[in-house]
């Protein structure tokens, strides 16, 4: 798979609904409410249909009310991590084309098995400007 610094797509999965730039809908799932609305900031400045909730268990929810694209998800999280939150969305046929994000500060292969095993399609650090996860998005959706 293509990797870009700071990201690495781990599957050829893709939107199913040919998302463009413009109609793409993310969801940012953090359970630090400062850095998952400043993302979705960032996102909707980029022209995307951003939004964020913040834990699993609101992901889970957030999924079912209106079907994202992307799910941008945060591995650590209390309660429910993002594998459990990965896992449980990979059980739903209707998400069989969602594209699922591993967005976290660990490195990257610190995450992979794990990452790959529970669902995830790609990988992003976080910790800095959002030009690297941009730049994945743009090429995998």
């Known amino acids: 798979m293509k990797s870009l610094v700071g990201t690495t797509r781990w599957t050829t999965r893709t939107a199913h609904r040919g998302a463009t730039h413009t109609n793409?809908?993310?969801l940012v799932v953090d359970d630090y409410r400062p850095?998952?609305?400043?993302?979705t900031a960032a996102l909707s400045q980029a022209g995307y249909d951003a939004r964020c909730v913040l834990g699993g268990p609101a992901a889970l929810l957030a999924v079912?009310?209106?079907?994202?694209d992307i799910v941008v998800l945060d591995i650590n999280m209390?309660?429910?991590?993002?594998?459990?939150v990965a896992r449980i969305l990979r059980l739903d046929v209707t998400a069989e084309?969602?594209?699922?994000?591993?967005f976290t500060a660990q490195d990257e292969p610190a995450v992979r098995a794990n990452?790959?095993?529970a669902g995830f399609d790609a990988?992003?650090?976080?910790?800095?400007a959002p030009g690297p996860l941009l730049r994945l998005i743009e090429q995998i959706k």
């Open 78 to 84: 209390p309660g429910m991590d993002g594998y459990a």
């Open 35 to 39: 850095g998952a609305e400043a993302l």
């Open 115 to 117: 990452g790959m095993a």
């Open 97 to 102: 084309h969602l594209i699922i994000v591993a």
């Open 64 to 68: 079912a009310a209106q079907m994202p």
């Open 24 to 26: 793409c809908r993310l």
């Open 123 to 128: 990988y992003c650090q976080k910790g800095g």
